[in-house]
């Protein structure tokens, strides 16, 4: 093994990662960050072919076990309810996402003291607000601030994109119903904006990458800011270990380069960056002397209390072409009237409904937001009737923390250099059935008003593990909580992990602002207190 | 090539007046090569009864429904390959044109144009009051 030796190394260079890895390095810290993947190019993306349906079923499926290139590792998802969905790049899985930016609620940093379940974080909404302006700035936002349905916030940096025609008929249902609504914060160009980026030409398919840097990913938007300040960025290396000295504080990582050869890197503080399904793996992975169970895993919380946000979906057809097709496939329009906690409605926290387009021929074929079109005599009939013609609401639950919901080693699976594969354990409680339930019955409604001639509803959409949360989570008591809230780990002070898994608990929003909001502000508190931070001699 | 998936093919998509049968585009050669719909088809087709060309249409359907039912795990990303291949094919697509109106080309680089937002469609939302709940934590409403 080689040695090297920074103030910092990063594990994954995704929406998290490279937040953390630009402020640090701008403060003038040493910083390298190992990334498994490689850097995408936009000079090829799939949406120049005719066949562009055709990557979205394979090299870019969002489920690395269908798609399983060669950079991916395996998930064993053979108890789960929800399947994941992530990506392995420069980038992590902003390559793929639908940039849906919306920020979390004051209340959904305190829903123990406001309903009695899940925990409190340890921060506040108010604590992360210039985070989240930050944030905005760096990806770009394109919406419209005002929305009474969320804290004052400073000006977008764009104006929202176009609704649709989908978005318009659902806005004017959700105004007969009383029901508030706002444009999406969505982080695409709706003009250009950023580095070379240009503005949404409404192609659709964001998630096979955006040749024109539009839809913003971290790869185009801060990786280029954090080389710039003098940050490393090593692609193909699979961290495997976070290595620690007698005391348990962390030494740096051991890890397989691009050959299959272990090197270790060596650093002052670690900082994962790997999603919450690759940290917790990590840390289940990193076994010592003094930390049998894992790194920071005295509690046995690691791994545990994995959230989701579990959707349902209804998809409203109607008798003429809408044409959902075109403009970002996942943002549109968002409802947040049912968010918060009403007792009257049998079950606590709430959900978002977030209005998304459809899908081109093959999608709508192959099913996803409906069943797949059958096949036989009938097949091209119901195709017509379908295809072009359609909207979708999400129902996005809030998912409340349950220990047995988590993520473990896999005995059977492991990746190409044999590292052991996560395995997720996932169940649904009935408070989160309920839930979507209740929202299948208020889409169902809004579809309804809208002038939908017909409206299904799927109760659980298996395949929407987007959002992986909550596996490390962070609380003020060290016998509760694996990190502080500087995302600091209790028992290892110079170990920092800033992605989704310190999620205290899941709110019902997209979680990456919140994510990168997070990532930004520990990585302030890590420069603040640096001399102070206990680090291995 | 096998006999048994032209067949089979066939009968999952009759085609009808614009939309082509999946016979008529080769479809079933072009899933047999395709590096990652291949052993999908290979596997549809051994789950198939032997007899299945020589079958009665009526008892081929019947079969087809029976793997669809027992063999999701066969079946389910069978029929993703299928429908991957038949509807990027060009035939297919200018029949999707003709149907619908959508352009039968890449979504890039022309993309589509959209209206513009107007910000008069907020009238009502934007009229209300705080819609949010107060934490107690500084952002009051
Ligand atoms: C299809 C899809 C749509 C989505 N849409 C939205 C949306 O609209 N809005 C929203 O807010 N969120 C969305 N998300 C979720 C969003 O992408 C994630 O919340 C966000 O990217 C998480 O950031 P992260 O830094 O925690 O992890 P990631 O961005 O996943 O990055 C983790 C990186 O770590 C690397 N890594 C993991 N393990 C190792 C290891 N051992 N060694 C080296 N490298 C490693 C991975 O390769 C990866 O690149 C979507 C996700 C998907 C898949």
């Known amino acids: 093994m080689t040695e090297t030796i920074d103030d910092v190394v990063i594990v994954g260079a995704g929406a998290s990662g490279a937040a953390v890895a630009w402020r640090l390095a701008r403060a003038g810290l040493k910083v390298t960050c190992l990334e498994q993947g490689d850097w995408v190019r936009y000079d090829e993306v799939p949406s120049f072919r005719t066949d562009w349906e055709v990557a979205r079923q394979t090299s870019h499926h969002p489920n690395p076990n269908v798609r399983q290139n060669p950079v991916d590792y395996p998930v064993d998802d053979s108890e789960a309810a929800i399947k994941p969905f992530l990506y392995n790049a420069v980038g992590g899985s902003t390559i793929l996402w639908g940039a849906h930016f919306p920020r979390f609620r004051p209340s959904d940093f305190r829903v123990k003291t406001l309903d009695g379940v899940g925990d409190d974080w340890p921060i506040s909404y108010e604590d992360l607000a210039p985070y989240y302006e930050e944030n905005d700035r760096m990806m770009g936002v394109s919406g419209m601030a005002g929305d009474p349905g969320n804290p004052p916030r400073l000006a977008r940096q764009m104006p929202p994109l176009p609704l649709g025609r989908g978005g318009e008929r659902m806005a004017g249902a959700f105004d007969r119903l009383g029901w508030h609504w706002w444009p999406c914060d969505v982080a695409i160009n709706s003009k250009p904006y950023g580095e070379g980026r240009g503005g949404c030409n409404n192609c659709g398919p964001c998630d096979l ?130 968010y918060e906690t009403d007792a009257a409605r049998g079950f606590v926290r709430g959900y978002q409904m977030q209005l998304v387009r459809s899908n081109g021929p093959v999608g709508t074929a192959v099913g996803g937001y409906l069943p797949r079109v059958p096949w036989g005599e009938r097949h091209h009939e119901t195709f017509r009737n379908t295809f072009a013609r359609t909207a979708s609401l999400t129902v996005t639950t809030e998912d409340l923390p349950r220990l047995d919901n988590r993520v473990t080693l896999s005995d059977t699976l492991a990746d190409r250099w044999g590292i052991p594969a996560p395995k997720m354990t996932y169940s649904l409680d009935q408070n989160t059935r309920d839930m979507i339930e209740h929202g299948i019955g208020s889409a169902t409604r809004a579809f309804e008003e809208a002038g939908a001639v017909a409206v299904r509803a799927e109760r659980l959409v298996v395949n929407a593990g987007f959002h992986l949360l909550g596996t490390a989570c962070m609380g003020s008591d060290p016998d509760a909580s694996v990190v502080d809230g500087d995302c600091r780990a209790h028992g290892v002070p110079n170990l920092m992990i800033v992605d989704g898994a310190v999620f205290t608990t899941s709110a019902a929003l997209n979680p990456t602002p919140t994510i990168q909001a997070l990532a930004l502000r520990a990585a302030d508190r890590l420069i603040a207190a640096r001399r102070g931070v206990e680090v291995a001699a | 090539m096998s006999a048994p998936l032209t067949h089979l093919l066939d009968i999952l998509i009759p085609g009808d007046g614009t939309f082509p049968r999946p016979s008529q585009l080769d479809l079933a050669e072009a899933m047999t090569i395709h590096e990652r719909f291949g052993a999908m088809a290979a596997r549809m087709v051994e789950a198939l009864p032997a007899t299945f060309d020589a079958m009665p249409k009526d008892e081929q359907v019947e079969s087809i429904r029976h793997i669809e039912a027992d063999a999701a795990s066969t079946f389910d990303p069978f029929m993703v390959a299928l429908y991957s291949l038949y509807y990027v094919h060009p035939q297919v697509l200018a029949a999707v044109e003709e149907t619908s109106g959508y352009a039968a080309r890449a979504p890039q680089p022309d993309g589509y144009s959209l209206k513009p937002f107007d910000p008069a469609i907020l009238a009502i939302p934007a009229a209300r009051g705080p819609q949010y709940r107060d934490a107690g934590t500084g952002s009051s409403t």
């Open chain 1, 209 to 338: 990458g955006c040749p024109s840097g539009a839809r913003s990913s971290s790869d185009v938007t801060y990786w280029p800011q954090a080389i710039r300040a003098g940050a490393k960025l090593v692609t193909g290396a699979r961290v495997f270990e976070i290595e620690t000295d007698n005391q348990g504080r962390a030494t740096g990582v051991a890890y397989y380069d691009r050959d299959g050869i272990a090197r270790r890197h060596k650093a002052h503080v670690v900082t994962l960056a790997a999603n919450g399904l690759g940290t917790a793996r990590l840390m289940l992975l990193s076994k010592s002397k003094r930390f049998p169970n894992g790194i920071a895993n005295d509690t046995d919380l690691v791994g545990r209390r994995l959230m989701h946000h579990p959707t349902g979906m209804v998809t409203g057809t109607f008798d003429e072409a809408i044409d959902g097709y075109a403009g970002p496939f996942a943002v549109s329009i968002l409802c947040q009237h049912f």
